[in-house]
């Protein structure tokens, strides 16, 4: 078991006055099986009129806040005490053949994971995405097997480089020009498993990091991580990080999951004014306050 201590930190700095600032966020760690929020809270500056939370469709925790004093810098920080265990990956799960873990919309088991194996609008599942996934989704091989080897795929075929994609750039996009960060990589995952009829959903979350042996930690230029997890059975989903070439363990804090990026993203929001230009800065802390 390994516990931390994050801190996340967006600053929005604006060239004019905003008057009004609606925002919702994804920035609270879930309570699971093996993960354990001791203590958690996001705070706004400047204080906000109206702030409250909830849980949307998936279970996630989001907050709502409504800024109405003028003001040309936005803080939103949000800060959690968070406990994770080493997962058990199901040993039997994970050694039968891939095609057995397709779920049906018409079975009990299988009805709420179903969603999660539908394409997304516009599609994500075209024609490259297929032939990309052919060669590793082989008849009979097993999910341990399909799901090692598609991590490690897009691992050594896609170049991670900061910058080159947005939000809103396709998996197609990203297939073609084999660079993206960890949330193209994750969404390339997704698209192969939901071409193949299986389940899986998109994980927003925080990764810690240990400085290099000899090196002290650097304080807040940790980031916010993504990673994508396929559905086995029942409750139970294997999760795995292409970005690494790595399955998820404890150093991997879970905030929230969905379909796509865009179910879960850490902030997103509405703003009144006359400003021509903003800025936007993340500091992002996961310190370790102890192992077990």
């Given amino acids: 078991m390994r516990r931390y201590r994050i801190t996340h930190r967006t600053t929005y700095g604006y060239s004019d006055s905003v008057s009004s600032s609606y925002g919702r966020g994804y920035l609270t760690p879930r309570e ?8 958690t809270g996001v705070t706004v500056t400047p204080q906000p009129t109206d702030q409250s939370s909830g849980h949307d469709v998936y279970g996630n925790d989001n907050i709502f806040f409504h800024v109405t004093t003028a003001h040309k810098e936005l803080v939103v920080t949000g800060e959690s005490t968070v406990e994770v265990d080493s997962p058990t990956p199901p040993a039997d799960l994970l050694s039968a053949p891939w095609e057995a873990i397709r779920p049906t919309a018409s079975s009990p088991d299988g009805a709420i994971a179903y969603e999660f194996s539908l394409d997304l609008q516009p599609p994500e599942i075209t024609a490259a995405v297929r032939e990309y996934a052919d060669s590793i989704f082989v008849g009979g091989r097993s999910v341990d097997e399909v799901i090692t080897d598609l991590t490690h795929r897009i691992y050594t075929d896609f170049t991670y480089k900061s910058g080159s994609t947005t939000v809103s750039t396709r998996v197609d996009e990203v297939l073609r020009d084999r660079t993206g960060v960890c949330q193209d990589f994750a969404r390339m995952a997704i698209a192969c498993l939901r071409s193949r009829g299986l389940a899986a959903r998109y994980v927003s979350g925080y990764l810690a990091t240990d400085p290099p042996p000899g090196k002290e930690r650097m304080v807040g230029v940790d980031a916010t991580h993504a990673w994508a997890a396929v559905w ?13 070439d790595q399955r998820a363990d404890e ?14 993203p850490p902030l997103r929001g509405v703003i009144y004014t006359d400003s021509k230009k903003s800025t936007i800065a993340v500091s992002v802390d996961v310190a370790p306050l102890n192992s077990h």
């Fill in 32 to 39: 699971l099986p093996g993960q354990r929020v001791l203590e």
């Fill in 232 to 244: 086995l059975t029942g409750d139970t989903w294997l999760a795995f990080d292409p970005t690494n």
């Fill in 251 to 264: 150093r991997y804090i879970t905030v929230a999951w969905g379909r796509d990026y865009a179910d879960v």
